[in-house]
């Protein structure tokens, strides 16, 4: 009986350990972040089709488009995280998804279309480049072994809730501010996000410094 009560107490601290762990707490973040304008995207298609007069193929096409970039979007990212670091590419894909949605922001319907395209396609790029860095960054911090799985859990379960925010956000944004402003609004708030999830980018750099030095000895050697 003490055995058990002493098997479920180390089970439960296993449990409860990666809660405490501020590298589980950063990477929810970053991956929330980042999943946020990759669930929210959808709404740039009604955007420029009630704003800038596209037809809804064309809107239609924009937004399918992204699945044909993602590959290549994917392949960059490893490439890329092989010659620098993983949590540097990712921090320059939140750096490229904050300049395009500054553009599509900013950008009047007089300027015509191109502009948007352009803040699209880098959209459609920085994010998927974002989304092959989610759990590459890991390596780059020290995870207990005996919780690992418990950790990745924890990340998964909270970090890809914008499956779900980002529609319910979208939703209500547009039923109290229909049209123009609902869209611009919305997409103030993908930029908030991103801002956040770029500065917990930073904190983690930071954080992980010493031990990306490390790996990058032993690769050396």
């Not at 937004?63 to 490893?78: D, K, L, V």
């Not at 959209?123 to 989304?131: E, P, S």
């Not at 005996?146 to 379960?157: D, P, R």
Request: positive net charge.
């Amino acid at each position: 009986h003490q055995k058990s009560d002493s098997s479920e107490k180390v089970n439960l601290k296993m449990l409860t350990k990666p809660l405490r762990m501020p590298a589980v707490w950063l990477m929810i973040g970053i991956i929330f972040a980042t999943l946020t304008i990759s669930t929210g995207y959808y709404y740039i298609s009604p955007y420029v089709t009630e704003v800038f007069g596209v037809s809804a193929l064309l809107g239609a096409v924009l937004s399918s488009s992204s699945q044909y970039i993602r590959p290549f979007a994917s392949f960059g990212a490893g490439v890329l995280g092989d010659r620098i670091n993983n949590s540097k590419v990712m921090l320059i894909g939140q750096i490229g998804l904050t300049i395009a949605l500054i553009i599509l922001l900013v950008t009047p319907a007089s300027l015509g279309i191109i502009p948007i395209l352009i803040a699209c396609l880098m959209i459609f790029f920085c994010m998927y480049m974002c989304i092959a860095m989610h759990f590459a960054i890991m390596d780059e911090e020290y995870f207990p072994p005996e919780c690992v799985g418990t950790a990745i859990g924890l990340i998964c379960a909270i970090g890809y809730l914008p499956e779900a925010t980002s529609p319910f956000v979208a939703g209500v944004i547009l039923d109290r501010f229909p049209g123009v402003a609902g869209y611009r609004l919305f997409f103030v708030y993908l930029f908030v996000v991103t801002i956040i999830g770029l500065l917990l980018t930073l904190i983690w750099l930071r954080r992980t410094k010493a031990r990306r030095a490390e790996i990058l000895k032993g690769l050396k050697k």
